[in-house]
């Protein structure tokens, strides 16, 4: 009787905590922004593969939110795979803003209106400067490009905005 009680009171609670949990909302999000790539020609189905997407976060621009999605698509049957990675962001209303190509500087966080990446991208949007912090103006329209040290950045520690050149 005792254990029929516990286990009664187990399987209560974990039908509590899953009730509670937001694994749902976060399945649809990922199917929106799917949905979202395809409609925006960003993906090409019938030449590449899509292997990996993520939303890396958003960035807030002058009170325009933005959402940030690393893509990798790769073409199949190669031997040694080969394809396109891109950085692509959206406004609030899913209009495309833009699509940054790039090989191996992967976007790795995003802090206001700042993009980290891993490692130095050259931007041509930006007249060919290279960096690793993404700077988005004009509610996301613009980027500029700028650079800090890894050796700066802490664990969970905000972006700092300086110039280091």
């Given at each position: 009787?005792?254990?029929?009680?516990?286990?009664?009171?187990?399987i209560?609670i974990?039908?509590?905590?899953?009730?509670?949990?937001?694994?749902?909302?976060?399945?649809?999000?990922?199917?929106?922004?799917?949905?979202?790539?395809?409609?925006?020609?960003?993906?090409?189905?019938?030449?590449?593969?899509?292997?990996?997407?993520?939303?890396?976060?958003?960035?807030?621009?002058?009170?325009?939110?933005?959402?940030?999605?690393?893509?990798?698509?790769?073409?199949p049957?190669?031997?040694?795979?080969?394809?396109?990675?891109?950085?692509?962001?959206?406004?609030?209303?899913?209009?495309?803003?833009?699509v940054?190509?790039?090989?191996?500087?992967?976007?790795?966080?995003?802090?206001?209106?700042?993009?980290?990446?891993?490692g130095?991208?050259?931007?041509?949007?930006?007249?060919?400067?290279?960096?690793?912090?993404?700077?988005?103006?004009?509610?996301?329209?613009e980027?500029?490009?700028?650079?800090?040290?890894?050796?700066?950045?802490?664990?969970?520690?905000?972006?700092?905005?300086?110039?280091?050149?």
């Amino acid at each position: 009787m005792k254990y029929k009680k516990i286990t009664y009171a187990l399987i209560i609670i974990c039908i509590l905590i899953y009730s509670g949990s937001s694994i749902p909302e976060l399945g649809r999000e990922r199917l929106i922004f799917y949905e979202e790539l395809k409609k925006s020609g960003v993906t090409n189905p019938t030449d590449l593969v899509l292997t990996h997407f993520s939303h890396i976060g958003n960035l807030n621009v002058e009170g325009e939110i933005l959402y940030v999605l690393d893509v990798r698509e790769i073409i199949p049957a190669m031997a040694a795979p080969r394809g396109l990675n891109k950085i692509v962001v959206f406004n609030r209303s899913f209009e495309l803003l833009h699509v940054i190509r790039y090989v191996n500087e992967r976007p790795l966080r995003c802090d206001g209106n700042t993009l980290l990446l891993f490692g130095y991208l050259d931007i041509r949007l930006a007249n060919g400067v290279e960096g690793n912090l993404l700077i988005f103006s004009n509610k996301g329209k613009e980027i500029s490009v700028d650079r800090i040290e890894w050796s700066e950045l802490l664990p969970n520690m905000r972006l700092e905005r300086r110039k280091l050149r």
